[in-house]
């Protein structure tokens, strides 16, 4: 299981929980180019598998 987590001003926030890694990076992805929030992915022993930012992702989309 990985959990896609919100940056909040009082600290990471949990939002949902995915069976698999990529659908979690698809997901935390989408959700951050929605909202411009920084959303970070880890797995069942909180290790931080992914930190994924707006300029990240506007960057990879090759947008401004």
Request: proline share 0%.
């Given at each position: 299981?990985?959990?896609i987590e919100r940056l909040a001003d009082?600290?990471?926030t949990k939002e949902i929980t995915c069976n698999t890694e990529f659908?979690?990076?698809i997901n935390a992805?989408?959700?951050c180019m929605a909202t411009g929030n920084t959303y970070?992915?880890?797995s069942?022993?909180?290790k931080v598998?992914?930190?994924i930012t707006l300029k990240d992702c506007r960057r990879q989309f090759g947008a401004r």
């Amino acid at each position: 299981m990985y959990t896609i987590e919100r940056l909040a001003d009082q600290g990471w926030t949990k939002e949902i929980t995915c069976n698999t890694e990529f659908k979690a990076f698809i997901n935390a992805r989408t959700k951050c180019m929605a909202t411009g929030n920084t959303y970070r992915v880890t797995s069942r022993d909180e290790k931080v598998n992914y930190l994924i930012t707006l300029k990240d992702c506007r960057r990879q989309f090759g947008a401004r």
